[in-house]
Structures are given as structure tokens and as C-alpha cells.
């Protein structure tokens, strides 16, 4: 079992709406990233957080550490956020990202 | 420079060569780490540099991958005898620290054919 579980796999919305993109991780952390990687492999951090909610235009993202859970909400989607949006966790005494598989997220105009 | 900087871009090698993937972090950064992203597996850590020192090679799948870094900046991931199976997008990420924001580069798409 991957220590990082995103859900969903895929994701196709229409322009406006509402998007929620969900990880779980099964061990202790000490940060959560989210990193979105379009078409052409560049990769952007979006988010670093170890607790709470942090918001960045669109952008929400939340974390509960009781129950190991992160949330990556986009508001008001547009096709430019079509991307796949990658989770990752730096666990405790370790400097290396541990990633999930990716969502790929399509909105249609 | 402005962001990390990797090069080549791209790379075709026969298999059973060696090739040299250079990766120039933003300025200042004292953390750097290679990933690497294959078709279908994701992305996977291979080796983390604090400064010059490399205190995490864990991920460096076979002792044909080595990586050094020299003057707390440039670092070169050396891949000997390469494989079919080495096929990847190799990324560099650098950081001021460890266990902050990590800053990617475009990463070096590597083919052996």
C-alpha cells in the first residue's frame, strides 16, 4: 500500500465549478505539499502546509493531522488549471518528498 | 539564476552508455534533490544533498547511479551502463533548506534506446 493515496485518479469538470482533490497518508509527517505538473512536466509547488488551511487565490488547501487527510480545493475552475496535481508528505526525520500517483484534472470550457 | 536550471532537456543514449544529467539550483539553496519520474510509476526520490554532503541516497536504485555535488551548488547524477528501464524524466528540486519549499527544474527526459 503507497503511503500517499490520492482520490480521485482522474477528474473532468466544467469551467465554474467547484473542485475538491483529496490525500490520505498512513504515517507521521512532518509537512504536506501539493504540487501541480502540466502538459510538458514542469513541476510547481503550490502548497506546503503541516497544519490547518492555507489559501492562495483560488487555491484552498487543508489538512487534518488526527486524521491524516489533506484536501486541494480549486474555486470557480478554469481550463488553466487543467493539470495533474500531485500530494506528497515529508515524513518525520526525513528530507524526502513521498509522493501520491497524481489526479488528473480536465476543465472543460 | 532565476529557477533551477537542468540540462540536457533531452536525451537519447544506446543502452550500455554512460550519461551525465547536470542540475543548477536557484541560488542560495543549500537542499537539493533528484527525482525521478517514470512512465506509469510516478514520481520516486533518488538522492538528497545537504550542501556538498548527500545524507540520503536511499533511493538510488542500483550502484550504476551516482551523484555528487560540488560547491554547495552544481550537482551532476551520473548514470553508468544505462538500461532500457532508466527511461524516466530525471528532476532536480532545490530548496533553501531542508524541509522547505521545494523549486523543481523542467527536468531532463531521458530515453535509452
Known amino acids: 500500500k503507497n503511503e500517499v493515496e490520492q482520490s480521485p485518479q482522474n477528474l473532468t469538470a466544467q469551467e465554474g465549478e467547484f473542485i475538491t482533490i483529496n490525500c490520505s497518508y498512513s504515517?507521521?509527517?512532518?509537512?504536506l505539499h501539493w504540487l501541480q505538473q502540466h502538459p510538458g512536466g514542469g513541476i510547481v509547488s503550490l502548497f506546503m502546509l503541516s497544519s490547518g488551511k492555507k489559501k492562495h487565490g483560488r487555491l484552498i488547501a487543508t489538512i487534518n493531522i488526527q486524521e491524516k487527510h489533506s484536501s486541494l480545493h480549486i474555486t470557480a475552475s478554469h481550463p488553466r488549471d487543467s493539470a495533474v496535481y500531485i500530494c506528497a508528505i515529508t515524513q518525520g526525520g526525513s528530507e524526502k518528498l513521498v509522493f501520491g500517483k497524481g489526479t488528473k484534472l480536465t476543465v472543460n470550457p | 539564476g532565476a529557477g533551477v536550471s537542468q540540462s540536457p532537456s533531452n536525451k537519447v543514449t544506446e543502452k550500455g552508455k554512460d550519461v551525465e544529467l547536470r542540475c543548477d539550483p536557484i541560488s542560495g539553496h543549500t537542499a537539493l534533490y533528484w527525482y525521478r519520474q517514470s512512465l506509469g510509476q510516478g514520481l520516486e526520490f533518488l538522492i538528497y544533498?545537504?550542501?556538498?554532503?548527500?545524507?540520503?541516497k536511499s533511493g538510488l536504485p542500483s550502484d550504476r547511479f551516482s551523484a555528487e555535488r560540488t560547491g554547495g551548488s552544481v550537482s551532476t547524477l551520473t548514470i553508468q551502463r544505462t538500461q532500457q528501464e532508466d527511461s524516466a524524466v530525471y528532476l532536480c528540486?532545490?530548496?533553501?533548506?531542508?524541509?522547505?519549499?521545494?523549486?523543481f527544474g523542467q527536468g531532463t527526459r531521458l530515453t535509452v534506446v
Open positions: 528540486a532545490s530548496s533553501f533548506g531542508p524541509r522547505q519549499e521545494a523549486f
Open positions: 504515517v507521521g509527517i512532518s509537512a
Open positions: 544533498f545537504q550542501g556538498n554532503s548527500a545524507p540520503d
